[in-house]
């Protein structure tokens, strides 16, 4: 399977940018998977679109040849020198969210795949900088499928469509101006201004449905001056949780709900039982059932309920 155009964009950043040579077409081509996988006329235009949209983000890509002396085939690099920002003399508070960028960054993939582009380069005989090159081990996930297409909108102000379905209420296609990208509780949501209800509104990435439509240009509007992502959820996440779940729950599962634990009791070698506190019995049932026999509710009666019901259907589906 392709890999995602996030992947692919960073994986051609760091392939030119740590070669010391111009590197020819097939060799990018044979370093990054998801070109690697297409067929050379996909290619040519996957990589036509990459390098202009680099451009767009202020990154040069450099034209040359191995010899000047011979017509060798051309090749392509980034200068490092010209990649490289000055020395930025931050904030606490800027530093904090750019630590904070910098684990998004290093979500799952992004690392594997650039390791492997370096050592495809490497292998071919190309003579790399391993010291621009330095990634660490993942430390958040995003792997909500609309997570890249979501966090490419906010960063270049392109309006976005999509099928989002909030639970117990039906599918709806929502026209939206993303604003930016939040993380909470370990999940992932969007907040924008919602064009059909005039409004701003925060949008969690697990309950879009489908592909997300792109329909309008880069640049085509603009995030309120002094907008605040942790402000705009606050205003706009569901209230507080105000009741208390009990939950059995097997040893070295359910992870997500230890979490959001407030107390745990060791009920034997294999069981614990946690308390979770909750605003809706419909996302906790939802959470829970996607543990099947691991969790089991021990109150109350209406978050029970809706788990076994969300399993029974989910066993008729699957007969």
Same mark, same amino acid.
């Given at each position: ?117 370096? &050592?495809?380069?490497?292998? #071919? =005989? ?6 621009? *090159?330095?990634? %660490?081990?993942? $430390? ?105 779940? &009990?939950?059995?729950?097997? #040893? =070295? ?6 979490? *959001?634990?407030? %107390?745990?009791? $060791? ?53």
């Amino acid at each position: 399977m392709a890999e995602r155009k996030t992947e692919r964009l960073m994986n051609l950043i760091f392939a030119l940018l740590v070669s010391r040579q111009y590197l020819t077409k097939e060799q990018i081509r044979q370093s990054i998977a998801d070109y690697r996988d297409s067929s050379q006329q996909a290619f040519e235009r996957k990589f036509e679109r990459d390098k202009e949209e680099l451009r767009e983000l202020g990154i040069k890509v450099e034209m040359g040849s191995k010899d000047t002396y011979f017509e060798d085939e051309v090749g392509y690099r980034i200068r490092r020198d010209e990649a490289e920002l000055p020395d930025l003399a931050l904030t606490r508070e800027e530093a904090a969210v750019m630590g904070l960028a910098a684990q998004v960054w290093e979500h799952a993939g992004l690392a594997g795949e650039s390791t492997t582009a370096l &050592v495809k380069l490497k292998a #071919a =005989g190309v003579d790399v900088d391993p010291e621009v *090159l330095r990634m %660490a081990e993942p $430390k958040l996930s995003a792997d909500e499928p609309s997570f890249d297409v979501m966090w490419d909108a906010a960063t270049r102000r392109i309006p976005v469509a999509f099928t989002y379905q909030r639970p117990g209420q039906p599918a709806a296609l929502r026209h939206v101006q993303p604003w930016g990208i939040i993380s909470w509780h370990d999940r992932w949501y969007l907040g924008g201004y919602d064009l059909d209800r005039e409004a701003p509104r925060i949008f969690r990435l697990s309950r879009v449905q489908g592909d997300v439509e792109t329909i309008g240009e880069p640049g085509s509007y603009d995030v309120p001056e002094g907008t605040d992502m942790t402000e705009v959820a606050a205003a706009l996440f569901p209230p507080k949780p105000d009741n208390v779940a &009990v939950l059995r729950v097997q #040893a =070295g599962r359910g992870q997500s709900l230890r979490r *959001l634990a407030t %107390a745990s009791t $060791k009920i034997d070698d294999e069981h614990d039982e946690i308390e979770v506190p909750f605003a809706s019995p419909w996302d906790l049932a939802g959470e829970v059932a996607s543990y099947g026999s691991d969790v089991l509710v021990v109150s109350p009666p209406e978050v029970r309920e809706q788990v076994v019901t969300r399993l029974r259907e989910a066993l008729a589906a699957a007969s």
